[in-house]
T-cell receptor, first 113, second 111 residues
């Protein structure tokens, strides 16, 4: 089954404790992206990757890091989480063609205390 | 001014009616246009994509794009209670791989 998976689905952590949210897709997609969703602000793009070892900032990259060492994986790293990073996070992937659909993962609800 | 704007709603329509959802965008982001449906607590799911001016129909859904007026709309015919969700408008940024989403319109279809 074609899918995007994220782990963990729920995470409660404390300020300053480094964490990684994993994202994996089994569709051989070149393009992957991370979003956060907050009430009243909608979905905002954090980082995206056009292919292995190629990443770029979205609209809200501050406080986040990403890496793309393999085509299927695109982890999101919070080196020193803060309460303002409490949010619902989505990973998405699609093929490289500009007209292709983005497929979203199930989401990770992160709470930073 | 936000780059992609939607009325947050809720938009309430009776079952069987036509629901009309609208989205306006700034010129910077005008490349590709998408409508997603999102149920509470779930991930966005693509309903329609549209790339050129005019109408595009898929079952009960019609997307309409007017680049001159910088708006894109989604019509849902014969609305069902299962259509009750938040509808997100997304626009691809010209010359990049970036997407900008509107904040969504909450639709309620009343049985």
């Amino acid at each position: 089954e074609a899918q995007v998976t994220q782990n963990p689905r729920y995470l409660i952590t404390v300020t300053g404790k480094k964490l990684t949210v994993t994202c994996s897709q089994n569709m051989n997609h070149e393009y992957m992206s991370w979003y956060r969703q907050d009430p009243g602000l909608g979905l905002r793009q954090i980082y995206y990757s056009m292919n292995v070892e190629v990443t770029d900032k979205g609209d809200v990259p501050e406080g986040y890091k990403v890496s793309r060492k393999e085509k299927r994986n695109f982890p999101l790293i919070l080196e020193s989480p803060s309460p303002n990073q409490t949010s619902l996070y989505f990973c998405a992937s699609r093929r490289a063609g500009s007209t292709d659909t983005q497929y979203f993962g199930p989401g990770t609800r992160l709470t930073v205390l | 001014q936000k780059e992609v704007e939607q009325n947050s709603g809720p938009l309430s329509v009776p079952e069987g009616a036509i629901a009309s959802l609208n989205c306006t965008y700034s010129d910077r982001v005008s490349q590709s246009f998408f409508w997603y449906r999102q149920y509470s607590g779930k991930s966005p799911e693509l309903i329609m994509s549209i790339y050129s001016n005019g109408d595009k129909e898929d079952g009960r859904f019609t997307a309409q794009l007017n680049k001159a007026s910088q708006y894109v709309s989604l019509l849902i015919r014969d609305s069902q209670p299962s259509d009750s969700a938040t509808y997100l408008c997304a626009v691809g940024v010209k010359g990049t791989y970036k997407y900008i989403f509107g904040t969504g319109t909450r639709l309620k279809v009343l049985a």
